[in-house]
């Protein structure tokens, strides 16, 4: 599922009729607002989908300096450099420790990877001792 289809999906999911999650967007480039509209809003009267002249056929590369999009590249190398890794020949431990980089840092690892946490159950506690 698309993330932006998430909310909606889960809500509906789980009994509520509609829902609306505003997130904030980040491009890349500074584009004129005028030219901006004109990209993402090439449909018919101004639509963002359905015509030849959508943004969601051949021009959809424009989303890729976005941050709210399947395929934008904007988020994977957040998201890589967030956890700490090597991304784009940029980031990783080194960046983070002494300061090596483009901007800096030596602030140390910004966020670790996940962590499932679950109770280990029924477990017969192993009592040290001489066999009999």
Do not use: Q
Not at 4 to 16: F, I, K, R, T, Y
């Amino acid at each position: 599922m698309f993330s932006e289809m998430w909310p909606a999906s889960c809500a509906l999911h789980h009994g509520l009729k509609a829902v609306y999650a505003p997130h904030a967007e980040y491009i890349d480039r500074r584009w004129p607002t005028k030219y901006l509209e004109a990209t993402f809003n090439a449909g018919r009267n101004g639509a963002s989908g359905g015509a030849r002249t959508a943004v969601f056929g051949d021009p959809e590369h424009n989303f890729r300096g976005t941050t709210w999009y399947y395929n934008a590249g904007f988020p994977e190398v957040l998201w890589h450099r967030w956890l700490g890794y090597r991304f784009h020949n940029a980031g990783g431990e080194e960046y983070e420790v002494s300061g090596v980089g483009e901007r800096g840092g030596g602030e140390g690892r910004m966020c670790l990877p996940a962590m499932l946490l679950h109770p280990v159950k029924r477990v017969e506690l192993v009592v040290e001792g001489l066999r009999d």
